[in-house]
């Protein structure tokens, strides 16, 4: 009499054994280091698979530079890891003090942290940026423990904040992050689908309680490009250069990126996104001939 194993256990051991042979070619895959040769004008730069946190790319990664207004990815991270988005903020006088870019925030009157959030990561105020720190923490100052103490936690290990904005430190030792530490911090904020909605918006308008419009209107320019598309938070300083990090334009991006000091930003943020998608699929497909040349092997035997 032949015995016939049931079929639901040749599905289960089919798909234990597709499941191993994925991790095996992922693990296959993950000590390959990529020869990619990339034309970018940034001092250093980074591409990182978004899923995996695989380096595709990289060109001076680990040099300590001026991030400019990529601080305020942290500062809305922060801010809504401490405040609910529906929060109410009062500015205070210290908002007119601040240097431009500013929205010309009215000390008193009252906003959303949402729409405040928006106007750090869309129009990269620096006034709503001080709001927002004060709001959360009581000043700047004890708001910039809290993204140092943050940075450490998710594993930024050259990056020192200074101030809530990105602007270049006052009587203070200066900021400093690498394009690694900025890769990994736009890892972790792709899981705030409200952050990675509002970096993808080329303008929008925000109200405060008297009624008065502010209209937000992108930096990033790369939003209107037929061919370098990204969602991201650009920077600028004189001492810093052009910054950037962002990612290839998706709810769940398959590649991230940063670059510090350029003077090419538009261009190399095309360079970055697209030769990044490029190595990212050819990874894939390199992953998925190990699966079935693994699965044709167990076959043969």
């Not at 601080?71 to 210290?94: D, G, R």
């Not at 009157?109 to 990269?124: F, G, H, P, V």
């Not at 810093?240 to 769940?252: I, K, L, Q, Y």
Request: with cysteine.
């Amino acid at each position: 009499m032949n015995y016939k194993k049931p079929k639901t256990f040749r599905w289960v051991l089919s798909a234990f054994i597709l499941l191993f042979a994925c991790m095996l070619a992922l693990r296959i895959s993950a000590r390959e280091v990529p020869s990619v040769e990339i034309d970018v004008n940034a001092k250093s730069a980074m591409i990182m698979e978004a899923g995996s946190g695989k380096v595709l790319f990289e060109k001076d990664a680990d040099e300590r530079l001026q991030p400019a207004s990529t601080v305020k990815v942290m500062t809305a991270i922060v801010a809504m890891e401490n405040l609910p988005l529906e929060s109410e903020v009062i500015p205070t006088t210290s908002v007119v003090e601040v240097e431009p870019t500013v929205i010309e925030l009215q000390p008193g009157t009252r906003y959303s942290l949402e729409d405040l959030i928006s106007a750090i990561l869309i129009k990269s105020a620096n006034d709503a940026a001080v709001a927002i720190a004060e709001a959360v923490a009581g000043s700047e100052e004890d708001f910039v423990e809290l993204m140092n103490r943050k940075a450490v936690e998710i594993g930024l290990k050259d990056t020192y904040y200074t101030n809530a904005s990105g602007l270049p430190a006052v009587n203070r030792e200066d900021q400093y992050t690498t394009a690694r530490d900025l890769v990994t911090l736009m890892r972790y904020a792709r899981r705030y689908k409200f952050l990675m909605n509002t970096l993808s918006k080329k303008e929008t308008d925000i109200y405060g309680s008297d009624n008065k419009r502010i209209h937000l209107g992108t930096h990033n320019r790369s939003l209107f490009s037929k061919k370098g598309v990204s969602w991201g938070k650009t920077g600028y300083t004189i001492k810093a250069g052009r910054t950037f990090v962002g990612v290839d334009p998706s709810h769940r991006p398959r590649i991230i990126f940063a670059l510090l000091k350029s003077k090419k930003l538009w261009h190399d943020i095309a360079v970055l996104k697209n030769r990044g998608l490029e190595v990212y699929r050819e990874r894939r497909r390199n992953i998925f001939v190990n699966i079935i040349n693994w699965i044709g092997g167990q076959e043969k035997k």
